[in-house]
């Protein structure tokens, strides 16, 4: 949902056997099997495609979140089926919504966050799945497909799931929030760090009242609108192009974030800690998605197939500290004594990676917390309130 700031990539040896696919342009092409070695940068050696695709695309166009697509998944697929891969990043849901509404679709593949998936398909601006050339959805959870943003995944695939929560600097706050009402405390002014994304802080001052994080009520929205105002000037930054490099150059002691910022904070200050308030975590997905005038849908099938594969995209693991809900990139990693080096640039082992990733209780969310948690959904027409809220609160 938001935006996935990492340190630096680390090289990884992985030793699987492959030929270089020769796409002409213009031609159709599938890539080859055999012996010559596809290496990153990184030193990486790329898997083979578990489901081949035929293209004539030789470019693919993505709009994703900041800093969220590991440069070995992308190195390799641009590697092994000839394409390039143009980039462009957004560190918001409605920085995305709006480049979308002013006419830039130009794109192949986007990752919306759940409550945007729904509005995304009334307004026109995905088109349909083919499941038939989508082999790599047996790799997923089936606790992160269907969801009520999606029935039948018509639409979209998973990418990678987290949560919105407290995060503290407990080394500099001695009274620590355990709610998302704790926040509007005083003793907090000009300390607070908050997402900028307009659906999840309205979302925490609807919670902080005891509402519903997506009412449609006038009177309930009123209160939530006077509540933030009441907030706003405590808060220090409204940040989501890097929170956790706010909180590590302490330029805040607390506030909201998502999982992996507060992951990437924690490792640099071990004081930092990740709450989830005692009204509920704000739980999200995000996903991949079509465009509906997407101009290279061969090679939008081709990244989709290749880059969730089970032994591509568990360096996810290693790179995103986000829920990854790729069964076969988790079962890849499990138990596996490759040696890899990690994101220190220390030798370790991938099983060790795994185990780091299936221990922290920050990624791997407690069956209490999902269920004491609260999905963001589209609200409809009564979007333009929010819309209206947030505006008004920001002094836009």
Not at 27 to 34: D, I, K, N, R, V
Not at 41 to 55: D, K, L, R, S
Not at 230 to 256: E, H, V, W
Not at 343 to 353: F, R, V
């Amino acid at each position: 949902m938001k935006n996935k700031k990492n340190f630096k990539p680390a090289a990884i040896i992985l030793v699987i056997s492959m030929l270089l696919t020769a796409c002409a342009g213009g031609s159709t092409a599938a890539p080859a099997t055999g012996e010559s070695k596809i290496t990153t940068t990184n030193g990486f050696e790329c898997p083979a495609p578990e489901f081949p695709v035929e293209v004539t695309s030789t470019e693919l166009n993505i709009f994703v979140w900041t800093e969220y697509i590991s440069q070995d998944m992308r190195e390799c697929f641009e590697l092994v089926y000839n394409i390039k891969v143009n980039q462009r990043e957004y560190s918001s849901t409605d920085e995305m919504l709006a480049s979308l509404a002013e006419g830039g679709q130009n794109y192949d593949l986007v990752q919306p966050t759940d409550y945007a998936v729904s509005s995304m398909v009334r307004d026109g601006f995905l088109q349909e799945l083919d499941h038939g050339k989508l082999p790599i959805l047996k790799n997923f959870d089936l606790n992160y497909l269907d969801f009520e943003f999606d029935p039948g995944n018509r639409y979209t695939i998973p990418y990678l799931a987290g949560t919105d929560a407290i995060v503290v600097n407990t080394s500099a706050v001695t009274n620590v929030p355990r709610s998302w009402a704790d926040l509007w405390n005083p003793e907090y002014a000009n300390r607070l760090l908050f997402l900028d994304d307009s659906r999840s802080v309205i979302a925490v001052a609807l919670l902080s009242l005891g509402y519903d994080a997506n009412t449609t009520d006038l009177a309930q929205l009123a209160e939530a609108e006077q509540h933030l105002r009441q907030l706003i000037p405590s808060i220090r930054i409204f940040d989501s192009d890097s929170p956790s490099s706010m909180l590590i150059q302490k330029q805040a002691d607390l506030g909201m974030t998502w999982t992996g910022e507060a992951v990437i904070a924690k490792q640099a200050n071990p004081a930092i800690q990740y709450i989830f308030p005692t009204e509920g975590a704000i739980l999200w997905q995000d996903n991949w998605a079509m465009l509906a005038n997407a101009p290279h849908v061969d090679a939008a099938y081709a990244w989709l197939n290749y880059t969730m594969q089970g032994n591509v995209f568990w360096v996810i693991i290693r790179d995103w500290p986000y829920t990854n809900p790729n069964t076969a990139a988790l079962e890849f990693a499990k138990d596996n004594p490759m040696k890899v080096l990690d994101l220190d640039g220390n030798e370790t082992t991938l099983a060790a990676i795994y185990k780091d990733y299936i221990s922290s209780p920050i990624i791997n969310v407690p069956a209490a917390v999902l269920q004491n948690g609260h999905r963001i959904a589209d609200v409809g027409e009564a979007a333009a309130l929010y819309e209206d809220i947030w505006k008004n609160v920001r002094g836009e």
